[in-house]
T-cell receptor, first 112, second 113 residues
Framework: DSGVTQTPKHLITATGQRVTLRCSPRSGDLSVYWYQQSLDQGLQFLIQYYNGEERAKGNILERFSAQQFPDLHSELNLSSLELGDSALYFCASSRDRGREQYFGPGTRLTVT | TQLLEQSPQFLSIQEGENLTVYCNSS?????LQWYRQEPGEGPVLLVT?????EVKKLKRLTFQFGDARKDSSLHITAAQPGDTGLYLCAGVFRNNAGNMLTFGGGTRLMVKP
């Protein structure tokens, strides 16, 4: 158990819909990272938040957005969903600028 | 964009065999990490190698960082079914945001009893 929690574990929705994925980092970790893992593209970095502020952006689509709240939990919002958005979405956390990231169990999103 | 290539992508071996997984890049990283991921779970950090030429051992797993800090290898001795999983390498680089990871495509290992 990494100490990072993610909900829901599984999510099935239709194209065009909007979903919210939730992540709670390890106690004391200020940084939260979101990754997308699909079969054909491996683990892709989406976005990082540090203490409530966006710190870095990766390959995140404009239809996707995230935020980190004062209690440090984070949410990833995916809108206008397409079939190709089906993937595993992982959240990771680390101490401030720490090198070691601890991953949650992921949310499996299926878009039908 | 820092790219990491892992090989092989898939590996199916018998219990007791040895294997090596490679992770290569044209970029220099400040350090390199290896993760193992099992079905339904997130990646779990196995090791971080920092110095060029560094070798670290974790029981039957040996990790090596290339002298130029561009490549790495993972060697497993006498593989066991419990070693089955997805092995990911991740290059660590620093930018204004701190330490960022870029992942290789992964090596899916199956060890048959």
């Amino acid at each position: 158990d990494s100490g990072v929690t993610q909900t829901p574990k599984h999510l099935i929705t239709a194209t065009g819909q909007r979903v919210t994925l939730r992540c709670s980092p390890r106690s004391g970790d200020l940084s939260v990272y979101w990754y997308q893992q699909s079969l054909d593209q491996g683990l892709q970095f989406l976005i990082q938040y540090y203490n409530g502020e966006e710190r870095a952006k990766g390959n995140i689509l404009e239809r996707f957005s995230a935020q980190q709240f004062p209690d440090l939990h984070s949410e990833l919002n995916l809108s206008s969903l397409e079939l190709g958005d089906s993937a595993l979405y992982f959240c990771a956390s680390s101490r401030d600028r720490g090198r070691e990231q601890y991953f949650g169990p992921g949310t499996r999103l299926t878009v039908t | 964009t820092q790219l990491l290539e892992q090989s092989p992508q898939f590996l199916s071996i018998q219990e007791g065999e040895n294997l090596t997984v490679y992770c290569n890049s044209s970029s220099v990283f400040s350090s390199l990490q290896w993760y193992r991921q099992e079905p339904g779970e997130g990646p779990v950090l196995l090791v971080t190698v920092v110095t060029g030429g560094e070798v670290k051992k974790l029981k039957r797993l040996t990790f090596q960082f290339g002298d130029a800090r561009k490549d790495s290898s993972l060697h497993i001795t006498a593989a066991q079914p419990g070693d089955t999983g997805l092995y990911l390498c991740a290059g660590v680089f620093r930018n204004n945001a701190g330490n960022m990871l870029t992942f290789g495509g992964g090596t899916r290992l199956m060890v048959k009893p």
